[in-house]
């Protein structure tokens, strides 16, 4: 009786998620423009429209999330610095699991909200220490949450609701991308 070959498996690296440079177009500039009246004035805003128009992928570019997915998986490791794009951009990127609460949502966007401050806090000063200094007065840098609620049905009700809550006090503006629900 022959015995089964042994293949070994070796780790090849993630291809990056965007596979072609990103074209800068006339719906992009407004977005940027949106965006950033957004961020400035800590606005409520959302962004909608029919699907496959590049609202999801103006946002990610925007927030520079291919190098925070980058940075949320290596943040630990020895000698890993936060990149430039995740300083200068100073928003945080966030797609909800379909399944999730309200309640889950405000804590989850405020969890990796302050994260992401700390992050940039410790990046601009070696000596600062967010998680240990609690009595220091440590500058809030987040600046902007995009909340990608791709498709609004999938979500239970309510969840929209939360993403847009302002008595939340969150020191920083908040951005709904989604798509215009069909109506039957």
């Known amino acids: ?19 072609v440079d990103f074209q800068v177009t006339k719906q992009h500039r407004r977005f940027l423009e949106f965006a950033d009246a957004v961020r400035r004035h800590r606005y409520i805003g959302a962004c909608y429209g029919a ?14 999330a291919d190098d925070y997915d980058q940075w949320a998986s290596d943040r630990y490791s020895r000698g890993t610095v936060l990149p430039d794009s995740l300083i200068a951009s100073r928003t945080l990127f966030y797609t909800p699991l379909v399944h999730i609460t309200g309640r ?8 990796f ?9 410790r990046a601009l000063d070696p000596q600062c220490h967010p998680d240990i ?3 220091v007065d440590i500058p809030y840098l987040t600046e902007l ?8 049905s999938d979500y239970p009700e309510g969840v ?18 989604s798509i215009i629900p069909r109506v039957r």
Not at 104 to 111: I, K, S, Y
Not at 113 to 121: E, M, P, T
Not at 145 to 152: A, G, H, Q
């Open 51 to 64: 699907p496959g128009l590049g609202k999801t992928l103006s946002a990610r570019t925007y927030a520079a």
């Open 104 to 111: 889950r949502l405000n804590l989850e966007v405020d969890l």
């Open 160 to 177: 929209q609701r939360a993403a847009l809550n302002r008595s939340l006090g969150w020191s920083f503006g908040v951005l709904q991308v």
């Open 133 to 135: 200094d609690l009595d």
């Open 113 to 121: 909200a302050q994260s992401l401050s700390a992050d940039i806090n």
């Open 1 to 19: 009786m022959a015995m089964a070959e042994q293949i070994e498996v070796t780790r090849r690296p993630r291809p990056p998620r965007r596979l």
């Open 145 to 152: 949450v995009i909340i990608d609620l791709s498709r609004p």
